[in-house]
Structure formats: C-alpha cells, structure tokens
C-alpha cells in the first residue's frame, strides 16, 4: 500500500524574481513528468532554456494586465493550489471548473527590501510590493496536506532530493517544512513594508511592533549551558556582528556574540586608532594612541588580569605588531573592521581565537532603536547617540579643567555611555585607569574603579555616568587621585558637590546628558 502522505508533483506553478539555481531545478521537475506553468520572464527563461512551459494566462484565459500588477489572481490558479485532494467535493468542484490541480508551487517575492536599500523613490518601492506572490505561496502553505511550496532557492536541493527519492512525490514532513518556511518568508516580508511605511510617516514607534529576523545560526547554548539560543539577524546594514564574517576560530557563542558586540560600539565611538577589551559586556581597557599597538598596550595596562579570556575590538585595519601583541594572551574573539594578511597569519596560530571582520565600522550618531524583552512584552528605545562635544561642557568650579584633562574628560565620558550604570570612568593619557561598573551606589563604582586603578589613578580625571547624588562619590574620586570631573549634573545636591570639588581644588565641568545603561 503506498503510503498515504507521499504526494505526487505533476505541476508545478513557477514565479520567480531571483532565477538562481532555476533552470537546473526546473529540469528535475521535467525529468519527473512535471508540467510548468510561468508567468512572463520566469517563462521566457525557462523557454529559452529549452523547456517546455504554459503561460498562466493560457491557464486563466486571461492576459496579464495592469503592467503585470494581476496576473495569477484567478480560480483557475487558486482552485488548483487550494482543492483538497481527498475531499471529493472539491475535485469535483474543480474537475467541473475545468481546473487542473498545482502541485508545486515556486514563488519568490518581488525584491521589496532591496529596492528601499538602493534608495529608490516612493512610486518605485509601491510597485515593488509584490501581492500575487504572497498570495500564491499563503495558499500553498496552507494546502501543505497535497502542496509543496519553495519561497527560496534554497528550497530547491530538498524538493528535487525527495523527488529522486520518492519517485516523483514528496512526503508531509517536507511541505511542513516549507510551509512554517513559506509563512515566515510572507510575515517577513510584511514587517518589511510596514516598517519602510511607518519610516515614511516619521512614526518612530509605530502602534504595532513588527519584527522580522532571519536565523543565522543555532548556539550551542544561551548564557548558561541549560538555556537555549539561536543569533537572528535583521535587514539593517549597520556594520558589526550581526554582518561580519569570522575568518577563522570555534563556533560564536551567546555569550561571545552580546560582549563583541559591546565591545565593537565602543570602539566606533574613537576617530582616532582606539582598542577596546571587553569582558562580560562591560570594557575593563580602553585607549587611543597615535597607531592600534600603543593603544593595544595603553588599554591591557588598564585591567591585565581581567583582560584574560576578553573580547578586542580595533576601529582600523589590524596590523602584524598589534596581532603579535594580542596574539601573547588568551582572547575569545578579535573584530576589526579589516585583518591585514601579515596579521592573519600571526592570528592563524591560535587556532581556537574567532577572528571577524565588519568591512568598515558603525556610526555611532546612526539613530536607531534597541529593543529589551519583559515578560510579556518589549521595551523599545531610540539608540543612545548622545555625543558630548568640548563647546557643550558647563565648568562649575572655580577651576577650569586644562587641555589635556578636557581631552581625557570627553574619552572618560564616551567610555562610560559603554560601562553597565552604576558607571564610573578613571582615565589617564587617553587610556581607562579604572573602570567601576554595575553597583547599586555609585560611590561603590568609585571605591571599585579606584581599586582598579590602583596609584596610576594619581592625575587622573574621573566620569560618571549619572550625576552624583552626594559629595561622597567625587570625595572618594579625588581622595584617589582624580584632578577632574565629568558628570550630568542635575542632582538637588549638585551645591554640595560642586563645593566638594572647589574645596579639593579639582576642576568639574556639568554635560546636561545622562549615559544610563541596564
């Protein structure tokens, strides 16, 4: 008896924008008596390939119209695909209708995502939303009980391997496959338009939040190894994990993929050659330098020890002398926007150290969203762009900071948007000394980041994320060694702080913007 879930493909309806991989997989179906329906230049390719094809129109009796906007919009398309083969009520309806039953159907979507990323106008991304075709592949997938579908060229290897292996018939697991595939692919494609429409508008958060993200990959675990986990990726374009390609080194795990991240934002914020090391999400070094080894050197001496096993993000080509000094400690990940060859080779030696490569950098005053899930629902976000330039600070103290304590107040600042809050920021020569991050005081942070820094924290200036709430944040800061200080200001106690610092003798200058990050 045969088996009453192997389905034979005698039809097969083929529209397509992306001809990859067609023409060999058209000529499987053929080699398996299957009959091809087309529509316009799907048809002509596989016309012109040598196979023999019928027109939808031939099928519908009536010509494509409205410049190809209806073309497969019609019974005689949507009878075949939706009869429910083992319900006689159906066959008959469609048997008496003159309606030949489609077994397969072969759709891709009209290149929406891509039209919007060239920067087309208005009129041109409208007619590139592609309504025929979501249709086609909603009905096949619904009918997948009799009907296999393909959204993707990808889809293809699978069909013609069950095919050969089945004699001509696919079997249910497959069309449920590609029918949860079809259904992702067509509410993929919708969360699409509506975004680029919500953009149109300026709604920067529209009444309904539509997410779309194809996987890129299933990991071995989430953040321990009882959780599960799998990296998803959108269609934006800003460089970084999400789009850079891993040269060489073992599988990315969740944790390694949130602190490159982490780290790889950080370093975008610095024009000049900056290196940043990352651990658990937070940087414990960071430094600017005239070349990336200087910085390399300026950001280990920040936490050596907490620097083992840590993440490195470089924001310019990475060069053999930088690599050869990273090379002497064990990292988890290296991100670059470039690897130079010398350097690879050096990198190759380490055969477990992932290696990834962005092709340029993000721009850190990009606007943008974030997005945190709660039980239950999302909390969304415009990305913190906030940059602080010399012209904004506000000196309160009776001492104005000097020129190099102005330079290292502004890099202590754009460190700390970067330090989980409570967040504190010592830093020397344009290099972290101390980092205090995540403490519920943020005097906490202080004495943290002090114990850090140790006595290199003498000459140092000192950042904070929020302000400080009493004087005894910045009084255990100067009682370190800082010379200077950056901070939001706003406190109801920002008298008493600032009278701590006159009292001290240390310049403070107020930024009027907050750098909170949960």
Same mark, same amino acid.
């Given at each position: 008896?045969?088996?009453?879930?192997?389905?034979?493909?005698?039809?097969?309806?083929?529209?397509?924008?992306?001809? &990859?991989?067609?023409?060999?997989?058209?000529?499987?179906?053929?080699?398996?008596?299957?009959?091809?329906?087309?529509?316009?230049?799907?048809?002509?390719?596989?016309? @012109?390939?040598?196979?023999?094809?019928?027109?939808?129109?031939?099928?519908?009796?009536?010509?494509?119209?409205?410049?190809?906007?209806?073309?497969?919009?019609?019974?005689?398309?949507?009878?075949?695909?939706?009869?429910?083969?083992?319900?006689?009520?159906?066959? @008959?309806?469609?048997? =008496?209708?003159?309606?030949?039953?489609?077994?397969?159907?072969?759709?891709?979507?009209?290149?929406?995502?891509?039209?919007?990323?060239?920067?087309?106008?208005?009129?041109?991304?409208? @007619?590139?939303?592609?309504?025929?075709?979501?249709?086609?592949?909603?009905?096949?997938?619904?009918?997948?009980?009799?009907?296999?579908?393909?959204?993707? #060229?990808?889809?293809?290897?699978?069909?013609?391997?069950?095919?050969?292996?089945?004699?001509?018939?696919?079997?249910?697991?497959?069309?449920?496959?590609?029918?949860?595939?079809?259904?992702?692919?067509?509410?993929?494609?919708?969360?699409?338009?509506?975004?680029?429409?919500?953009?149109?508008?300026?709604?920067?958060?529209?009444?309904?939040?539509?997410?779309?993200?194809?996987?890129?990959?299933?990991?071995?675990?989430?953040?321990?190894?009882?959780?599960?986990?799998?990296?998803?990726?959108?269609?934006?374009?800003?460089?970084?994990?999400?789009?850079?390609?891993?040269?060489?080194?073992?599988?990315?795990?969740?944790?390694? *993929?949130?602190?490159?991240?982490?780290?790889?934002? *950080?370093?975008?914020?610095?024009?000049? #050659?900056?290196?940043?090391?990352?651990?658990?999400?937070?940087?414990?070094?960071?430094?600017?330098?005239?070349?990336?080894?200087?910085?390399?050197?300026?950001? *280990?001496?920040?936490?050596?020890?907490?620097?083992?096993?840590?993440?490195?993000? +470089?924001?310019?080509? *990475?060069?053999?002398?930088?690599?050869?000094?990273?090379?002497?400690?064990? $990292?988890?990940?290296?991100?670059?926007?470039?690897?130079?060859?010398?350097?690879?080779?050096?990198?190759? =030696?380490?055969? !477990?150290?992932?290696?990834?490569?962005?092709?340029?950098?993000?721009?850190?005053?990009?606007?943008?969203?974030?997005?945190?899930?709660?039980?239950?629902?999302?909390?969304?976000?415009?990305?913190?762009?906030?940059?602080?330039?010399?012209?904004?600070?506000?000196?309160?103290?009776?001492? &104005?900071?000097?020129?190099?304590?102005? &330079?290292?107040?502004?890099?202590?600042?754009?460190?700390?948007?970067?330090?989980?809050?409570?967040?504190?920021?010592? !830093?020397?020569?344009?290099?972290?000394?101390?980092?205090?991050?995540?403490? $519920?005081?943020?005097?906490?942070? +202080?004495?943290?980041?002090?114990?850090?820094?140790?006595? +290199?924290?003498?000459?140092?200036?000192?950042?904070?994320?929020?302000?400080?709430?009493?004087?005894?944040?910045?009084? !255990?800061?100067?009682?370190?060694?800082?010379?200077?200080?950056?901070?939001?200001?706003?406190?109801?106690?920002?008298?008493?702080?600032?009278?701590?610092?006159?009292?001290?003798?240390?310049?403070?200058?107020?930024?009027? $913007?907050?750098?909170?990050?949960?």
């Amino acid at each position: 008896m045969s088996d009453p879930r192997l389905r034979p493909v005698r039809r097969a309806l083929i529209s397509v924008s992306d001809k &990859a991989g067609l023409i060999p997989f058209a000529r499987t179906l053929v080699r398996h008596g299957v009959a091809l329906v087309s529509t316009g230049g799907t048809a002509r390719a596989l016309a @012109e390939a040598g196979l023999a094809v019928g027109e939808v129109a031939a099928t519908t009796k009536f010509p494509e119209m409205l410049d190809g906007r209806v073309k497969t919009l019609h019974p005689a398309i949507h009878g075949g695909i939706l009869a429910k083969r083992d319900e006689r009520a159906h066959m @008959e309806v469609i048997a =008496k209708h003159g309606i030949a039953p489609i077994d397969l159907v072969v759709v891709n979507l009209y290149p929406f995502a891509a039209t919007v990323a060239r920067g087309a106008d208005f009129d041109d991304c409208v @007619e590139n939303i592609d309504i025929g075709g979501p249709s086609l592949i909603r009905a096949a997938a619904k009918n997948h009980d009799d009907v296999a579908v393909a959204t993707d #060229p990808a889809d293809y290897d699978a069909i013609a391997t069950e095919l050969d292996a089945h004699k001509g018939t696919t079997t249910l697991a497959l069309r449920r496959n590609l029918a949860q595939r079809a259904f992702a692919r067509t509410a993929a494609y919708d969360a699409e338009i509506a975004r680029w429409f919500a953009r149109q508008s300026d709604e920067e958060f529209p009444e309904a939040l539509i997410l779309a993200a194809a996987r890129k990959q299933l990991l071995r675990y989430g953040e321990n190894p009882h959780q599960h986990a799998a990296f998803y990726v959108g269609n934006g374009a800003r460089k970084g994990v999400a789009t850079a390609h891993q040269l060489q080194g073992k599988e990315l795990s969740y944790n390694n *993929l949130n602190d490159t991240d982490a780290a790889f934002e *950080l370093a975008a914020e610095f024009t000049e #050659p900056a290196v940043v090391i990352v651990k658990h999400a937070n940087p414990c070094g960071v430094a600017v330098a005239g070349d990336l080894r200087a910085a390399w050197d300026k950001a *280990l001496a920040s936490d050596p020890v907490s620097a083992f096993g840590g993440i490195v993000a +470089v924001n310019r080509p *990475l060069d053999r002398a930088t690599a050869e000094a990273i090379g002497k400690l064990f $990292m988890e990940v290296v991100i670059a926007p470039t690897v130079d060859d010398a350097a690879l080779a050096v990198l190759k =030696k380490k055969t !477990a150290l992932r290696v990834l490569t962005t092709g340029g950098m993000p721009d850190p005053s990009e606007p943008g969203v974030t997005l945190k899930s709660l039980a239950g629902g999302y909390l969304v976000q415009s990305r913190d762009a906030g940059r602080v330039s010399e012209n904004e600070l506000k000196t309160v103290t009776k001492r &104005a900071p000097t020129r190099a304590e102005i &330079a290292d107040l502004i890099f202590a600042f754009r460190v700390c948007k970067h330090v989980k809050s409570n967040a504190i920021v010592f !830093a020397k020569g344009g290099a972290t000394v101390g980092v205090g991050a995540g403490q $519920m005081s943020r005097i906490d942070s +202080v004495r943290i980041a002090a114990q850090k820094g140790g006595a +290199v924290i003498a000459g140092a200036v000192v950042a904070s994320d929020a302000f400080f709430p009493f004087a005894d944040g910045l009084e !255990a800061a100067i009682a370190a060694g800082a010379t200077a200080a950056i901070q939001p200001g706003g406190s109801v106690r920002d008298a008493e702080v600032i009278a701590a610092a006159d009292t001290a003798g240390i310049a403070m200058v107020f930024t009027g $913007m907050r750098h909170f990050r949960h």
